[in-house]
């Protein structure tokens, strides 16, 4: 049997994939090797709990709290903990408790950037823009600056993975809808869509506002009459609708949010006086008195909304202030890394997918014009696809910045981690979309539907 050039095209593909993933595999060491947090413990104490209703309203999320259920017994007891703010980084290690855990990680990390890699390689029409997709994006997520949360006992590497399997199913669910593609998976794609969703969103509280984003730019889009006969795509976005309302009614009905906002009372509110004459004009008691609590637990969150609404100045004043600084580092802080070649080599590549400039946010932002306005103007299917994918992906990391930058005062680069990193990973990802041959072409009209 003769191969066509296609399949020697994709056999190379995925040699270097493969390559790829076994650099991941063996670069660092030990997959067993881990490192508690100061959060560790809550993770641990918080999955003891039986599930049930409750467990959305619990002080960690449903993700984490079943990957340490079914991982862990009463056996296992909270590990010592790196603290770098007190300066007592560690080094990795083997806890017989929590192997189990990190090696999931680790291997489902791989399997979720090379599934990106493949289905935008698989979307892009020149073999250079292929090429590109499956070494940039693996490499993206396989070098230290996302790879060393894969031994953290944390939610970060479920969110970083978690989230490189929604865009790759999103992705591949936007090309086929909008292409009409006869495919055995048309079922089968938004049903995992469906499940990705749920268990991401339910890692961490912030990640539903990304879920809102994408319902609000989806639900438009069945004006179109051919996308309205695709009922297995309208049944997902009612479903998804309704974990988005459960997801916003879980983080507002639990008490995930008190400690973080009485951070941000605490060191951004009350010490200025100005600041803290509005909240009494809003109905907030004296803080030393013992009505505040009862008044904070109702009124806390909706008063504080109302501040960054009213003074706009100083919300972009701060976000402006602290932008730089949440850009600043690509490294995690919680352990100390073990010397060798490879990991040398891979940090050296990771400063260069992983920038320290917010710059990158404003190439972004370019970038993003371009795809655009040439999707306006050459009116393809391919050009659509590529315009709205990257629309959703800057406004959602947008807002995912702003509610984690505003939401506490401790721990924001943390909290902000994974919108920097979107931010990061789209200018790569509008790289490939905007040097691919099939961008310049307008062949490919959109359906003919019209809005009815």
Request: hydrophobic share 50%; with cysteine.
């Amino acid at each position: 049997m003769s191969f066509t050039k296609q399949n020697r095209e994709w056999l190379l593909l995925s040699l270097i994939l493969a390559g790829m993933a076994a650099l991941r595999l063996f670069a660092y060491g030990d997959l067993r090797l881990s490192v508690a947090t100061n959060d560790t413990a809550s993770y641990i104490e918080s999955s003891r709990a039986p599930i049930t209703h409750k467990t959305l309203t619990g002080s960690r999320l449903f993700t984490t709290n079943l990957l340490f259920k079914l991982m862990t017994d009463e056996t296992c007891l909270p590990p010592p903990f790196s603290a770098p703010a007190l300066g007592t980084e560690i080094y990795r290690s083997r806890q017989s408790c929590f192997e189990t855990i990190v090696v999931i990680q680790n291997v489902f990390s791989i399997i979720a950037w090379s599934l990106l890699a493949l289905v935008l390689a698989k979307r892009a029409a020149g073999f250079y823009s292929k090429l590109l997709a499956v070494t940039l994006i693996p490499l993206f997520g396989f070098t230290p600056s996302i790879a060393d949360w894969d031994s953290i006992l944390g939610s970060e590497s479920l969110t970083f993975s978690l989230f490189a399997i929604v865009l790759a199913v999103l992705m591949e669910i936007c090309f086929q809808s909008v292409t009409n593609e006869i495919s055995p998976q048309a079922y089968f794609l938004p049903l995992s869509a469906i499940a990705v969703f749920v268990f991401w969103i339910f890692t961490r509280d912030v990640n539903i506002y990304v879920l809102v984003v994408l319902l609000g730019m989806a639900v438009p889009l069945f004006i179109f009459q051919n996308l309205r006969k695709q009922k297995h795509l309208f049944l997902a976005v009612v479903v998804l609708s309704v974990f988005s309302i459960i997801g916003l009614k879980s983080a507002v009905f639990s008490e995930r949010w008190k400690t973080p906002l009485s951070n941000v009372f605490n060191d951004l509110i009350l010490p200025h006086p100005a600041r803290e004459e509005f909240m009494r004009s809003l109905g907030m008691p004296d803080p030393n008195s013992p009505a505040y609590e009862e008044w904070f637990n109702e009124k806390a969150t909706g008063a504080y909304g109302r501040f960054l609404l009213s003074h706009p100045g100083y919300a972009a004043s701060t976000l402006e202030a602290n932008l730089a600084s949440l850009f600043v580092d690509n490294s995690q802080p919680y352990f100390l890394e073990e010397k060798s070649n490879a990991r040398a080599l891979l940090v050296q590549i990771g400063g260069l997918l992983h920038p320290t400039t917010h710059l990158v946010l404003f190439l972004d932002a370019i970038l993003l014009i371009n795809l655009l306005v040439s999707a306006f103007n050459k009116n393809g299917q391919t050009m659509f696809i590529r315009a709205w994918l990257g629309l959703w992906l800057f406004v959602s990391a947008s807002a995912t910045l702003f509610i984690s930058c505003f939401a506490d005062s401790i721990g924001v680069a943390r909290h902000t981690l994974l919108s920097v990193e979107m931010f990061r990973l789209m200018f790569w990802i509008f790289l490939i979309f905007t040097i691919d041959p099939g961008f310049t072409k307008a062949a490919d009209k959109l359906p003919a539907g019209q809005p009815s």
